[in-house]
């Protein structure tokens, strides 16, 4: 709960920043919207070599900040889907489980811009686990079921580092691609000597700035 109660300060600190920078810059502050596709998936790990790409969602609320002249801070607030998924064969049925970690993501990105319209971008995201539930499908006969939440079991704190791109077409709307390593263990308690387990997620959407 305090990692929580940081997130939503850092986030709430950055947009009265955001406030504050709009009447003393010479650059308008934009802020605007944005929401896209999550593509994540676990990292490597001995007992992870069947894992694959979970496809997800990601949307929530951004403030664009110029602190030079080609250059800006973005920090955001998003809703974003992380996991993965796995296949295997048990007993002559074929089975499909899925890993569904969702978090509240607060990520701050230094921006250059490139081109006029283009703009490069790198910087952390602080991810606040909201839920975590396994679900499991007999793709042979249909039949699926979803666990019951056990966040409490993990790390709910994620720390990675993005690195992105985005294009607008228009000064108001605009394309956004963006890669997080995570570098945080997914587990609470890892038994010594084993392998961490970390988030990783891609993620292409559409921003929309007022």
């Known amino acids: 709960m305090k990692k929580l109660i940081l997130g939503v300060a850092i986030a709430a600190g950055s947009f009265a920043f955001a406030q504050t920078a709009k009447t003393s810059s010479s650059s308008p502050v934009a802020f605007g919207v944005k929401a896209g596709m999550n593509v994540s998936s676990l990292s490597k790990d001995e007992g992870l070599d069947d894992q694959k790409s979970k496809i997800g969602f990601n949307a929530g609320v951004f403030a664009n900040i110029p602190v030079a002249s080609s250059f800006s801070v973005q920090p955001e607030l998003l809703y974003s889907q992380y996991g993965s998924k796995a296949e295997y064969t048990?007993?002559?049925?074929?089975?499909?489980?899925?890993?569904?970690?969702?978090?509240?993501?607060v990520p701050v990105m230094l921006q250059y811009n490139a081109l006029p319209n283009l703009y490069l971008e790198a910087g952390p995201e602080f991810g606040f686990m909201m839920s975590a539930k396994n679900k499991i499908k007999n793709e042979t006969t249909g039949a699926s079921s979803t666990s019951d939440d056990y966040k409490d079991g993990l790390n709910t704190f994620n720390f990675g580092i993005g690195l992105g791109a985005g294009y607008y077409f228009t000064p108001n709307i605009g394309l956004t691609a963006r890669y997080v390593a995570g570098l945080t263990d997914v587990a609470k308690d890892r038994p010594s000597g084993s392998d961490a387990v970390k988030n990783n997620v891609f993620q292409v959407g559409m921003a929309f700035k007022f």
């Open 90 to 105: 048990l007993l002559g049925d074929r089975y499909s489980a899925s890993s569904n970690l969702d978090y509240l993501t």
